[in-house]
């Protein structure tokens, strides 16, 4: 396999079989997607580690967030999950990082997650999430724009933004990289 990591490995089989229980060709979810058939072959058979964009519109498509996917590819959560043991997931291509500090859980409706997103870094999930969802970004360090459904919003060190389900674009300003914790409740 192309991917290094048995996380990665994991998830390609996860976005696999996702789409297996649909009924779903490649083609179809590509369509469904606006993703190139090729692509999704190549991220199913653990060649490519998907890009947090691609990522975001496969959860969009297969009715989840991306921390329920990844946790979906993760032993069962803990009640305490130490520092050392917070999964976390990069995008090789942005550098992007997006730690789980607070799994899901099936019992719970929310979780909590750090962002790093390098400076002049800008990532555009062009489909809505899950609808109902709710979200509060508090950025700790470096000058964020998020963009929701066309509105950009500059956020500085200790801002916090609260959002519904709908498109966003993250953009790090710089000098340094923008880091945050964003709060995601489901319904």
């Known amino acids: ?5 048995a996380a990665d490995e994991r ?19 590509a369509q469904r997607a606006d ?7 190549r991220v199913e058979r653990a060649e490519v580690s998907p890009t947090a964009a691609l990522l975001g519109r ?5 009715g989840r967030t991306m921390s ?23 995008d090789a291509t942005t550098g992007f990082v997006r730690r789980s500090v607070s799994p899901p859980h099936g019992s719970l409706h929310a979780e909590i997650i750090e962002g790093r997103l390098p400076a002049g870094v800008d990532i555009a999930y062009d489909r809505p999430g899950l609808p109902g ?5 508090w950025l700790f360090e470096g ?12 956020l500085g060190p200790g801002d916090c ?25 489901e319904p």
């Open 143 to 154: 000058q964020l724009e998020l963009t929701l459904d066309g509105e950009a919003q500059l």
């Open 1 to 5: 396999m192309g991917i290094d990591t």
């Open 35 to 41: 993703v190139s058939r090729s692509t999704l072959s």
């Open 68 to 90: 329920r996917l990844l946790a979906e590819v993760e032993s069962g959560p803990a009640r305490l999950v130490r520092a050392e043991e917070q999964q976390y997931w990069q």
């Open 161 to 185: 933004l609260r959002y519904g389900s709908g498109t966003s674009r993250f953009r790090s300003l710089g000098p340094g990289e923008a880091r945050y914790a964003l709060v995601v409740v």
């Open 133 to 137: 969802l709710e979200h509060h970004l």
């Open 58 to 62: 496969l959860c969009a498509v297969h």
């Open 11 to 29: 998830l390609a089989q996860r976005l696999a079989e996702l789409r297996i229980e649909r009924g779903w060709t490649l083609e179809e979810l």
